[in-house]
């Protein structure tokens, strides 16, 4: 992918390129950063010889990322299942707006979540799609549709033909197309706010009148934080559910943040984030709600572990 010579000591700035993808692929921020440094580990662990025997070490880091996401994809699935309730992307925060409100504190350049450039193939409703395409599927969709690889470099990622490829990115394109496109942020913000003003006056009746009456609400815990664990269908029983649930968390502090981009909330208490939702809009009322519980996908929004 590219043929311009590089010394390794340049490929550090490959990192952000590679965090894009990793995590476009994986939909997950801990993982995109474990695949990116064993792409690193294997290019430094390359004889010197066959370092220089590389035109484009960038290019070779992509292949190397792309193949370890790809050997991700596949043990998912057995993964997923042994996962307690429903799995959903780790979501990414807008770390400026936390760092102009003063809330959860930045953890620097470093992380991550920072190196990830935002845009439509990040938010939410895209990434939940891309869970449903096969392993090949994604890596050549989210390869040649989002980063504008060419299907002979796909090839070597995949260890098809380009023409095997195509067909791959074509088939994830009809599941793409499957979702709609979101309304402006300007209308998402407006419906998202009522909701925040409704939910913190447990008004009922001006929740359902924001939710479709066919939305769906999907939440994470990974068996980490006490949360439902099949969707919510029907605007009226998601209603009950988050006043019931406002109900048995006193405290809680609701705020306005951007989740992938889009207008989301975040949920917090003591100064701790407990759950970011992530909202999709049709019409000025709400269709899905992805809540993320699980901690261990929110370290970003307050900042690592050490």
Same mark, same amino acid.
């Given at each position: 992918m590219g043929t311009v010579g590089t010394s390794p000591e340049e490929t550090v700035g490959d990192r952000r390129q590679l965090i894009n993808v990793a995590?476009?692929?994986?939909?997950?921020?801990?993982?995109?950063?474990?695949?990116?440094?064993?792409?690193?580990?294997?290019?430094y662990?390359?004889?010197r010889s066959r370092q220089q025997e590389i035109l484009s070490p960038g290019a070779w880091l992509t292949t190397a990322t792309s193949r370890i996401c790809l050997d991700l994809l596949g043990s998912a699935r057995a993964r997923r299942e042994?996962?307690?309730?429903?799995?959903?992307?780790?979501?990414?925060?807008?770390?400026?707006?936390?760092?102009?409100a003063g809330g959860a504190g930045s953890t620097g350049?470093?992380?991550?979540?920072?190196?990830?450039?935002?845009?439509?193939?990040?938010?939410? *409703?895209? &990434? !939940?799609? $891309?869970?449903?395409?096969?392993?090949?599927?994604?890596?050549?969709?989210?390869?040649?549709?989002?980063?504008?690889?060419?299907?002979?470099?796909?090839?070597?990622v995949l260890d098809r033909s380009p023409a095997a490829c195509k067909q791959l990115a074509a088939s994830a394109r009809r599941r793409a197309s499957a979702a709609h496109t979101p309304v402006t942020a300007t209308g998402r913000a407006d419906v998202v706010r009522h909701v925040k003003e409704a939910?913190?006056?447990?008004?009922? *009746?001006? &929740? !359902?009148? $924001?939710?479709?009456?066919?939305?769906?609400?999907?939440?994470?815990?990974?068996?980490k934080a006490g949360t439902v664990l099949r969707p919510v269908e029907g605007g009226a029983r998601i209603a009950q559910y988050m006043i019931a649930m406002a109900g048995r968390t006193p405290g809680l502090e609701l705020l306005e943040r951007s989740v992938n981009g889009a207008p989301g909330l975040v949920a917090q208490r003591a100064g701790v984030v407990a759950t970011v939702a992530s909202f999709d809009v049709s019409d000025g009322r709400v269709t899905r709600i992805w809540a993320i519980r699980n901690p261990e996908k929110l370290r970003p929004w307050h900042g690592r572990a050490d």
């Open positions: 995590y476009r692929l994986l939909g997950s921020l801990t993982e995109a950063e474990d695949a990116v440094q064993d792409a690193y580990a294997r290019w662990g390359l004889p042994r996962y307690v309730g429903a799995w959903l992307p780790e979501p990414l925060p807008d770390r400026t707006e936390w760092d102009r350049s470093a992380d991550p979540a920072d190196q990830i450039v935002v845009d439509e193939s990040v938010a939410m *409703a895209f &990434l !939940v799609v $891309l869970e449903s395409m096969t392993p090949a599927e994604r890596v050549a969709f989210v390869l040649h549709d989002v980063f504008r690889y060419p299907f002979a470099e796909i090839a070597g939910w913190k006056a447990k008004d009922i *009746a001006t &929740l !359902v009148g $924001l939710l479709d009456p066919a939305a769906v609400m999907t939440a994470d815990g990974g068996g």
